[in-house]
């Protein structure tokens, strides 16, 4: 089981060390995206033979497009990479693994060719996903007159356009930003990219595309039928525009469990990562890989009793 984690990161470079150490295996790389707006230099810990920085670094703005150009030239560069990966894992850079490398590489090959992505179809209330997401005009921060012309629109409800018109017989879908897919699942979105240059333009113009454009692609393929739930713990609970830090009540939950289970909106399954963390948690970070030593070391025992 090769995997690439791919880093789509602007801060806590401490904790993505951190991650790394615990994650780094002979068939896994790490492929990082930093925010062309933060000082690189603050990420120079991050090295390796099997870490990679992208050759172009965009200036990426919450909620809009260049988040989701982002991701793909981190999913452009792993898959050009020679090891071939089964998996590209999204992170980040705010999250921490909840078991070992060892158990997530047979977690991900027992169940190979899963497609780990929340995702729902449009719209959908319950799961803070109206319509209006996609269908309320939001020019992108480089245009920054339009940008105003539109909001000023908005609020007068003559922002609206339907969206229908650009995508055609595509259903839109929805879903959290995080994942873990396949090679496949990968190269098809970047295809899909290339063979739609309308559907790109008009997710251009909308708010979070990362949470729509790769769900409506994938939304609408063959891969959809393989599609569980995503491996990463959030706890929104709180109703704020973020998720709550991670705590010593989400860890107390996480040890709880021998498998971090959860059954919520998003479905039933297991998780593998939690977010959010940031390099103020090294003591959180510490209960949390005493946990992961202590599962693994029941796991161990329990396998000797079988032999």
């Known amino acids: 089981m090769k995997i690439a984690y791919l880093f789509f990161a602007y801060k806590n470079p401490v904790l993505m060390r951190r991650t790394m150490d615990r994650l780094a295996g002979p068939d896994c790389a790490f492929f990082i995206h930093i925010d062309r707006k933060c000082d690189l230099s603050q990420f120079a810990a991050l090295k390796g033979s099997n870490v990679f920085f992208t050759d172009v670094r965009l ?15 981190l999913i452009r560069q792993a898959l ?10 999204l992170l980040s850079g705010s999250e921490y693994p909840l078991r070992s490398a060892k158990y997530i590489n047979e977690f991900l090959e027992a169940g190979r060719g899963a497609e780990y992505m929340t995702i729902v179809k449009m719209p959908n209330e319950q799961a803070g996903k109206p319509i209006s997401r996609i269908n309320t005009l939001r020019m992108p921060s480089s245009r ?27 259903v839109p879908y929805s879903g959290l930003t995080w994942w873990a897919l396949t090679r496949e699942a990968c190269e098809y979105i970047l295809e899909f990219k290339e063979r739609n240059p309308r559907v ?36 929104w609970s ?17 040890e709880a469990q021998d498998e971090v ?15 959010k963390l940031s390099d103020e948690n090294s003591e959180i970070l510490d209960r949390i890989d005493r946990m992961i030593e202590r599962k693994d070391a029941l796991k161990t025992r329990d396998v000797l009793q079988t032999i």
Request: aromatic share 16%; proline share 6%; charged share 20%.
């Open 200 to 235: 790109v333009r008009f997710y251009e113009s909308t708010f979070a595309p990362e949470e729509t454009f790769f769900h409506t692609a994938l939304g609408n393929s063959h891969f959809f039928p393989r599609m569980r739930r995503n491996l990463l713990f959030e706890d």
């Open 80 to 89: 050009q990479s020679p090891q071939a990966f089964d998996y590209l894992v």
């Open 238 to 254: 709180g109703g704020g525009a973020r998720p709550a830090m991670i705590n010593e009540k989400h860890v107390a939950f996480f």
């Open 59 to 73: 200036p990426v703005f919450w909620a809009e497009f260049s988040g989701v150009e982002a991701i793909l030239l």
């Open 144 to 170: 920054p007159v339009y940008r105003f012309l539109t909001r000023v629109l908005a609020k007068v409800g003559m922002a609206h356009r339907d969206y229908r018109r650009y995508l055609g017989h595509l």
């Open 261 to 275: 289970q959860v059954q919520d909106l998003n479905g039933p399954g297991e998780l593998l990562f939690a977010r």
